[in-house]
């Protein structure tokens, strides 16, 4: 069974970097793409982008560059950072893979809030 | 970016009642096209893949259809479980992109 932990910090301001961490447990590491995704407070869902296990990656225009993802095989371990966060950075964030068909989200972490306020 | 809208926002239904949620993309997507319920403080789960294929452990009182363009999901008889917020989410490019959200409440 394929578990995904994530965790990191919850409280930033302005102008400071996210960095969030998502630990794979249970099945395969190699052979999918890990994906972020994030959810405003009362709002939609919101792709970031996804990783696979040899760095290759796929992320939302939209984001403007701000975001790197990092990816360490022996840890089985995944990692965002968005750099000069705002508020409308504030949303909950979640890892997740995809299933047996790419594309779909089937395995999703807790998800962590991040608010950004000075 | 393919822009997913889906109606309505918001339904109120009762236990037992049919509902039908649809999901328009603004090009085609053939049949890339997933559909997911998330509960308040939970993560989104996903129901259907492929615009049909359910999910193994779903009930099957939920089914999806459609392809390019408009999309439908209908679940047959509301469960009080059933009561929920419901996405569509788009698999043909990226950005991968999802719809606003679509709230089911109890009438």
């Known amino acids: 069974q394929v578990q995904l932990q994530q965790w990191g910090a919850g409280l930033l301001k302005p102008s400071e970097t996210l960095s969030l961490t998502c630990a794979v447990h249970g099945g395969s590491f190699s052979g999918y793409y890990w994906t972020w995704i994030r959810q405003p407070p009362g709002k939609g869902l919101e792709w970031i982008g996804e990783?696979?296990?040899?760095?290759?990656?796929n992320d939302n225009p939209s984001l403007k560059s701000r975001v790197t993802m990092s990816i360490d095989p022996s840890t089985n371990q995944f990692s965002l950072r968005l750099r000069s966060v705002t508020a409308a950075d504030t949303a909950v964030y979640y890892c997740a893979r995809h299933g047996n068909s790419y594309g779909y989200f089937q395995y999703w972490g807790q998800g962590n809030l991040v608010t950004v306020s000075s | 970016d393919i822009q997913m809208t889906q109606s309505p926002s918001s339904v109120s239904a009762s236990v037992g009642d049919r509902v039908t949620i649809t999901c328009r993309a603004s090009?085609?997507?053939?049949?890339?096209l997933a559909w997911y319920q998330q509960k308040p403080g939970k993560a989104p789960k996903l129901l259907i893949s492929g615009a049909s294929s359910l999910q193994s452990g779903v009930p099957s009182r939920f089914s999806g259809s459609g392809s390019g363009t408009d999309f439908t999901l209908t679940i047959s008889s509301l469960q009080p479980e059933d009561f929920a917020t419901y996405y569509c989410?788009?698999?043909?490019?990226?950005?991968?992109?999802f719809g606003q959200g679509t709230k089911v409440e109890i009438k």
């Open positions: 090009q085609g997507i053939s049949s890339w």
């Open positions: 989410q788009q698999a043909n490019s990226f950005p991968r992109t």
């Open positions: 990783i696979n296990h040899s760095g290759s990656t």
